[in-house]
C-alpha cells in the first residue's frame, strides 16, 4: 500500500513524531507558553460570558460572598456560637468565604473540565492544560474582585480600631498559590479519572463540601483540641487561611514548618497530577 | 520532493459496548499482565470495523459509528453496542478503526481520503491532530499541523465575529499578533464585515461557518487538514473554499489532506486519493483511480452488467435479475467485455421483477451514477402512462431504453429502486450493475476529453453568412 518515494530514511527530520506512549514526564510546559494567547482568550471569554446578559454584571461577583458570609455570621457565629478568635465574625467569615471559594471553585471547575469540553476537545487540538490554568486565573480575577471588598470591609474596622493587620500579610501572594496550585492539582487528578470512573463525579460532590469542615473556614485553629488539630495540619490548605487570617486580621496559628509543608505538597501535587492528566488526554476522548 | 506526513503501521482501536462496565477489570488484567511481562491481553482481540456484518443493520445505521460522526463520541461508544448484541460477538469488544496504515504524504501534495461511513477516515485525522493516540505505530509530520475538523470549533456565542477570530484562531494554533495581520483578510473572506461586531450567536448558521473557514484557510500552517466541512455553506461558497485549498498548496507548498463523501469536489481538488475500508488503505492512487476503486467497493468488485436477486417466493416484492446491454452495432469491436458500451449505442436496462400480493400504484426505476459523483439520471417505468395501476402478483419485466449519444465516456452505476411513492419503499440498492462508455472514436481521433456528464450529439450547422 505504501507508495515508495525516495527513501532517504537517515536524514530526515520530522518536527513531530505521534506515538501511542509519550515520555511520562514531559510537562510539556514549552507547548503551553506557545499557547499562551490562547490562556488569555479564554480567560477573557469566561469573564465576559459570566456576566454577559444579567443585568446586574459583575455586580454578581459580589453578591454571592456578601450573602454567604451573612449567614455564616448568623448560623455559626450567632446560632451555634462558634469561636472567632476575638475577631469581628463579620471579617472573620469573610475571610474564610473568599478564600474558600477560590480554592473550591478551582477545584470543582477543573474536575469537570474533561466532561464540559468534550466537544471542543473532540474537534480541535490544543495543550489541554490551558484550560484548567485558564479556570485559575479567570477565578483569580474574581478572587481579586471578591477579595478588595474583603479589604475594603477590613478598613473599616481598622479604622475603628478593632483589628490590626501585620507583615504576614505580605505572605498573601503565597497563600493564594498554594491555593490555586492544590485546587489545579485536584481538579486535575479527578478530570483524569473521572474520564473512565464516572462514580468519582459523585465523591466530587460532597467530598469538597467535607473538605471545608476539615480546613478552618469557620472555626479558627486555635479552638481545635490537641488530638484533632494534629490530624488537621496534614490538611495543606489550614495554613494557608490560619496565614492570611493572621496577617490581616491579626490573629491566626502559623508555622513555617507548615507553610513549607504546604507549598511543598502542592507544588508535588500538581506535578503528579499534570504527568497523569497529560497522559489521559491523549485517548479521553475514546472514553469520554 | 520530501515527505511531509508519514504513518508507519499506524493501528487505531475502540472498546465496543457500554464504557464504565468491564473497564476496571480490563484495567487490572492489563496491570496484572504488566507485572507478569506479559503483552496486553486485549490487543489480540479485535476485530476489523466491518460494521454491516456485525450489526446487520441496513444502511442508514451505518452513519454514527465511531470514526464517521467525529462530532459525537460520546455517542460512538455506545453505538457500537448494537454490534455487541449477538453472544458470538461478545468477546469481540475491541474494534479496530484503523490497522496497519502504512503511507507518505509528499509536500505539497493535496491528498484526498475517501471510503464509506465508518471506512475509519475521521479516526485518521484525529489520530493526525492529536486528538487521539494511536493505539500502536507512529505518525511523522514535519511542520505545522492545523486541523479543521469542524468549522467555528469553539466559538463562543456571546462573543463578536471579532473576538471570535482571535478565540478560534488562537485554538488553530496561531499568534495574536499573526490573527491582527489577517484580520482584514479574514473578514473580508468570511463576507461578515457587516456583523463583524455582532455576537456571533445572531449569526445564521451560513455565516458561522464561513467565519469559521476563513479563519482556518489562512492560517500559517504546513498541513491542512480538512474534514467533511464544506457540506454546509452554499455553492459558491464551497467553490471559495476549494479554490482557498487549491491556493494554499500551489502557493504556499502546503500540504492538504481532505476527506469528503463528495466526489465532485474531491475530485476537483485532489491529485492523489486514498480509498479506506474497514480501516485499512485499499488504494493509494491517482485520485481518478481511487474515485473508481472507491465504487467498485461500493458495489463490489465482482459487479458487472448483470445482476441475480435472490427471490424469496412469499415477499411482496423481489427483484430476480438486473442487466444493462447495449443495443444494436457498436461502431467499432470494442472489447468482448459485455459492459462496455459504446457512446452512440442505446443501450437497454432491464429490470426482472416478481410481485409475491397485489399491490397499489407502485413504480420500479434506477438513478445512474457518474463514477464521478453525481448522479445524472433518474427514472421510473412510471414515466410511461400505461403503468400507473395497480399491481397484481406475478412476474414483471421493466426495460428502459437509454439512447445512444447521451452520456460521456467513463463508469457508471446503477442504484435500483422499487416503491410505492410516498408510503413505502419495497427495494433500493446502490451499485447493483455498472458499466462503462468508451470513449468515442472522434474523442480519440482528437485526442480531447469533454467535460460535462452529458455528451448529446445536438445539431450543429455552419455556414458561411
Partial sequence: MAIETESDLGSEDWDEILEPNAAVFNLRLREVWLYRD??????????????????????????????????????????????????????????????????????????????DNAALFGKVYFPRLLIPLSIVTSNLIRFAIQFGLFLALLVYF????????????????????????????????????????????????????????ATPVIYPMSQIPAGISGVLAWNPLAPVFELTRLGFLGSGTVSIGGLVYAATFAVVAFLVSTVIFNRVERTFMDSV | MSAAIRFESVSKRYRLGEVGT??????????????????????????????????????????????????????????GKRSVGSRAKRQNDYVWALKDIDFEVPRGEILGIIGRNGAG?????????????????????????????????????????????????????????????RLDEIIDFSGCAKYIDTPVKRYSSGMTVRLGFAVAA?????????????????????????????????????????????????????????????????????????????????????????????????????????????????????????????????????????????????????????????????????????CRGPRSPGRYCSTCTIPGHLLSPGWYYLTLNAGIPHVENLFNKAGVVKFRIHESELDRAQRTRRSGVLQPCFQWETKPS
Fill in chain 1, 38 to 115: 490562547l490562556l488569555y482568550l479564554f480567560t477573557y471569554r469566561d469573564i465576559v460570558s459570566f456576566y454577559k446578559q444579567t443585568i446586574l454584571g459583575p455586580l454578581w461577583f459580589f453578591i454571592q460572598p456578601i450573602f454567604t458570609t451573612l449567614v455564616y455570621v448568623l448560623v455559626f457565629g450567632k446560632i451555634a456560637k462558634l469561636s472567632s478568635d476575638g475577631i469581628p465574625q463579620i471579617l472573620f467569615y469573610m475571610s474564610g468565604v473568599v478564600l474558600w471559594n477560590y480554592f473550591s471553585e478551582c477545584f470543582n471547575k477543573t474536575a469537570t473540565v474533561f466532561r
Fill in chain 2, 121 to 181: 477516515k475521521s479516526t485518521l485525522l484525529k489520530l493526525l491532530s492529536k486528538i487521539t493516540a494511536p493505539t500502536s505505530g507512529r505518525i511523522k509530520t514535519k511542520g505545522r499541523v492545523a486541523s479543521l475538523l469542524e468549522v467555528g470549533t469553539g466559538f463562543q456565542p456571546e462573543l463578536t465575529g471579532r473576538e471570535n477570530i482571535y478565540l478560534n484562531g488562537a485554538l488553530l494554533g496561531m499568534r495574536r499578533h499573526e490573527i491582527r495581520s
Fill in chain 2, 218 to 386: 489562512h492560517l500559517d500552517c504546513e498541513i491542512l487538514v480538512v474534514d467533511e466541512v464544506l457540506a454546509v455553506g452554499d455553492a459558491e461558497f464551497q467553490n471559495r473554499c476549494i479554490g482557498r485549498m487549491r491556493e494554499v498548496s500551489a502557493g504556499g507548498g502546503k500540504t492538504v489532506l481532505f476527506v469528503s463523501h463528495n466526489m465532485g469536489s474531491v475530485r476537483s481538488l485532489c491529485r492523489q486519493g486514498v480509498v479506506l475500508d474497514r480501516g485499512e488503505v485499499v488504494t493509494m492512487a491517482p485520485i481518478s483511480d481511487a474515485i473508481r476503486d472507491y465504487f467498485d467497493l461500493n458495489a463490489g468488485a465482482e459487479t458487472g452488467a448483470h445482476w441475480h436477486g435472490t427471490v424469496d417466493p412469499t415477499s411482496a416484492f423481489a427483484v430476480e435479475h438486473v442487466s444493462v446491454v447495449g443495443q444494436g452495432q457498436p461502431s467499432y469491436a470494442a472489447t468482448d467485455q459485455s459492459n462496455v458500451i459504446s457512446p452512440d449505442e442505446a443501450f437497454q436496462i432491464t429490470i426482472q421483477y416478481t410481485v409475491g400480493k397485489p399491490l397499489p400504484p407502485m413504480r420500479v426505476g434506477f438513478q445512474i451514477l457518474s463514477g464521478e459523483g453525481p448522479v445524472v439520471v433518474e427514472a421510473y417505468d412510471s414515466d410511461a402512462p400505461d
Fill in chain 1, 158 to 213: 481598622v479604622a475603628i480600631g478593632e483589628v490590626s493587620p501585620n507583615a504576614w500579610a505580605l505572605l498573601l501572594p503565597l497563600s493564594v498559590f498554594v491555593m490555586a496550585t492544590l485546587g489545579l492539582a485536584f481538579g486535575m487528578l479527578f478530570s483524569a479519572l473521572t474520564t473512565k470512573y464516572r462514580d468519582l463525579i459523585f465523591l466530587l460532590q460532597f467530598g469538597v463540601q467535607l473538605l471545608m469542615y
Fill in chain 2, 22 to 79: 468491564g473497564t476496571l477489570s480490563h484495567d487490572l488484567h492489563r496491570f496484572v499482565a504488566r507485572l507478569l511481562g506479559r503483552p496486553d491481553p486485549f490487543a489480540l482481540v479485535g476485530t476489523l470495523n466491518d460494521r454491516e456484518v456485525a450489526d446487520g443493520f441496513g444502511d442508514g445505521s451505518r452513519d454514527d459509528l465511531p470514526s464517521d460522526n467525529a462530532g459525537d463520541n460520546a455517542r460512538d461508544e455506545t453505538t
